[in-house]
Each structure stands twice: as structure tokens, then as C-alpha cells.
């Protein structure tokens, strides 16, 4: 079955730190791949995707996260974090069934202090 | 207007009762989901529905039932709620392309005492 892991439960930064938070999955076929940002008090969101192509993606909001497929790594980074990028982040993947079945992994807080 | 809207926003409970959560969506999806997420443990995926005539099992099936009562609406309903049941719970909608993202609701907070 496939699980996915994030490391990092919390994550506290000083505002224009720079972010990586990890995530690694099990699964080895192919993958859909997907981080979702969950801020305080409201849904969650889709943050960033990779289907195929570039391993390097970006997202909004000045995210991006690069596949690495001899990982099996998803990892999230941006350059500077802002205060309002305080929130929970949700890896989650998609073994590629024919069906949006994602699993996700336990999420990261992040908290960015101003 | 919200795409994904599910009703209540709240909800505190005794044990042992019959309690429904909605969600409806306007975002013409075949595919609807509920999740409940707790502290620590992510998203775990309950039942979810291809479209009208179908419904599936998730990872946390028990104590749980869902009726898919249109394309726009699928409840989901705890027979006997019990305390381990207090979680956030989230609907969510896809369309059926196999890479297409989910859509989430605002959540249910839904407290069982």
C-alpha cells in the first residue's frame, strides 16, 4: 500500500528564511504528486502538482517542489517565507490508479514569525 | 459563493446519535469524497462516489454510512456517533480526469461527548 511520510510535524522561521519541508512516499510506479497548504481556519487548497515532465515545479505563491524519483522524494521549498505562509502543508500522492484516490501524508505546521 | 459547501460548519454531539453531514457543490464534478482529518494523522479518506450509482469504501469505512442523493450532493452519516468520531471533516469533488486535483470544502468541526 502506499504511504507517504513528512518529516517535519512543525517548523518555526523567521520571516525571508528559506523553506524545504520533505516528503517522501512508497510506491514504486508511477506517481501522481501533490502539496496542499491548509490555512488557519479554512480549507484546504492545491498548492503544487507533478504528473510528468520537468521534475521542477512551481506552484503559487512563489512555491515550488522538485521530484526525485531515486528518492522518491517530493520536497517543498521556497526562497523566503512571508508570515501569511503560516499554515499546515499536505503531501499527498496518487499511484497513478485511474482514480483521484490521493493519500496523504500527516501534514507540516509551519509557523513564520514576523 | 463557495464550490464546495458543507453544512454545518459545527456541530457538538452526545454519543450514540444520528448525526448527517452535508456537502453539495456547484462545480459540476462526478466525483465527490469525505475525508476527516485529525491532529497528526493527515487526511484519512472515508467513502467517496464515482458519480451518482456509485459509492466506495475508504480507509475508515466503519461507522460511517454516505447516500450520493445527486450529482451535486453526498452526505455523510455517523449511525452511533462515539467519541473517537470528533475530527474535522472535509467533502471534497473531483472531476474524472486522472490528474485532476481535489476540491475541498470548509470543513465540518464536529465534536461527539
Redesign the interface.
Known amino acids: 500500500a502506499q504511504s507517504?511520510s513528512?518529516h517535519n510535524?512543525h517548523v518555526i522561521l523567521s520571516e525571508a528564511a528559506s523553506l524545504e519541508l520533505g516528503c517522501n512516499y512508497s510506491y514504486g510506479g508511477t506517481v501522481?504528486l501533490?502539496w496542499?497548504v491548509q490555512y488557519p481556519g479554512?480549507?484546504?487548497?492545491?498548492l503544487l502538482?507533478y504528473?510528468s515532465g520537468d521534475p521542477l515545479v512551481k506552484g503559487i505563491k512563489g512555491f515550488e517542489a522538485e521530484f526525485i524519483k531515486s528518492k522518491f522524494s517530493f520536497n517543498l521549498r521556497k526562497p523566503s517565507v512571508q508570515w501569511s505562509d503560516t499554515a499546515e502543508y499536505?503531501c499527498a500522492v496518487n499511484a497513478?490508479t485511474?482514480?483521484?484516490?490521493?493519500v496523504?501524508?500527516?501534514?507540516t505546521r509551519l509557523l513564520v514569525s514576523p | 459563493d463557495a464550490d464546495v459547501t458543507q453544512t454545518p460548519r459545527n456541530r457538538i454531539t452526545k454519543t450514540g446519535k444520528r448525526i448527517m453531514l452535508e456537502c453539495s457543490q456547484t462545480k459540476g464534478h462526478d466525483r465527490m469524497y469525505w475525508y476527516r482529518q485529525d491532529p497528526g494523522l493527515g487526511l484519512r479518506l472515508i467513502y467517496y462516489s464515482f458519480d451518482v450509482k456509485d459509492i466506495n469504501k475508504g480507509e475508515i469505512s466503519d461507522g460511517y454510512s454516505v447516500s450520493r442523493q445527486a450529482q451535486a450532493k453526498f452526505s455523510l452519516s455517523l449511525e452511533s456517533a462515539i467519541p473517537n468520531q470528533t475530527a474535522l471533516y472535509f467533502c471534497a469533488t473531483s472531476d474524472s480526469g486522472l490528474n485532476s486535483p481535489l476540491h475541498f470544502g470548509n470543513g465540518t468541526r464536529l465534536t461527539v461527548t
Do not use: D, I
Open positions: 507517504v513528512q510535524h501522481n501533490f496542499y479554512q480549507h484546504l487548497q492545491l502538482k504528473f499536505f497513478g485511474g482514480f483521484q484516490k490521493l496523504f501524508g500527516t501534514g
